[in-house]
């Protein structure tokens, strides 16, 4: 594999790291509106990239299909959204300031359903990342390396304060900082994994490409919509994660225009 593109994929899992880490230097609880505005930061990212890295890119490469052009962009998004759906309600799992539980029913502790809800929404970032190398390595000219490198670092960027949000709260409920170190980074796995799947389909991904991004574009912004909004506007003082939302959104939105 391209040391440039195994480079680019493994960015936002070490951004997911770093935050987990953070566990093992902060023995304070994670403050409520600090937690609001990491998850509002994080859902601020995603939207932009959504729309900047995957849905308008998406409706560039079908530009030949003239004003037709915004079919694949609407297709694959909502293939995007009912996969996490499926996903959603499949997958045991439980968000993290809720004591009820969703997916089928199983067998585990509450951690591992706490791991397995940020699990769950990191895989379309991973996706994401994949898909759009992928579309580099097929040769697209509306595809640069820099392009894909802002994507990247951009996920990095948001992937921190939730490996943060994941560490830090279990800490809280009784599991040692290791385990929760190890847990927190666990959840970043499923990025590389799910960038790796997309490259290996590179190859055939081309004629398809379209569909395929605005495919994870649809995941994420089903990501932000069912879990980071309500998590960022609980409680009092909302207006923190709005903010926040904000500025992850302008951030991801300048790296996109300034590196891509």
């Known amino acids: 594999m391209n040391i440039q593109v195994l480079q680019g994929i493994l960015i936002p899992f070490f951004g997911t790291s770093l935050g987990a880490a953070l566990v093992l230097f902060m023995n304070k609880e994670l403050n409520p509106m600090l937690q609001r505005a990491l998850t509002g930061f994080a859902a601020g990212v995603m939207v932009a990239a959504s729309i900047w890295s995957l849905l308008i890119p998406s409706m560039d490469q079908a530009a030949g299909m003239g ?3 915004f079919i694949p962009a609407v297709a694959g998004f909502w293939a995007g959204v009912l996969l996490l759906l499926v996903l959603d309600r499949t997958i045991p799992h439980m968000h993290m300031n809720s004591e009820e539980t969703e997916g089928i029913h199983a067998n585990i502790s509450k951690t591992i359903m706490l791991v397995l809800a940020v699990t769950l929404h990191n895989i379309p970032e991973g996706m994401a990342v ?4 992928a579309g580099w390595l097929s040769g697209n000219e509306k595809i640069s390396a820099m392009g894909a490198l802002a994507l990247a670092l951009g996920i990095a960027i948001q992937n921190f304060p939730e490996g943060a949000i ?10 040692s900082k290791g385990k929760s170190l190890f847990y927190g980074i666990l959840s970043g796995a499923v990025e590389p994994l799910g960038a790796i799947l997309m490259i290996v389909l590179a190859p055939w991904i081309g004629p398809w490409l379209p569909y395929f991004l605005s495919f994870a574009a649809g ?3 089903y990501v932000v919509v069912e879990e980071l909004i309500p998590e960022m506007s609980e409680g009092k003082h909302s207006n923190v994660g709005t903010i926040l939302f904000a500025a992850g959104f302008t951030l991801m939105m300048t790296l996109d225009v300034a590196l891509g």
């Open 166 to 175: 994941i560490s830090m709260p279990l800490h809280e409920k009784g599991v």
């Open 130 to 133: 994949g898909i759009v190398y």
């Open 67 to 69: 004003k037709l052009s």
């Open 219 to 221: 995941a994420m912004i």
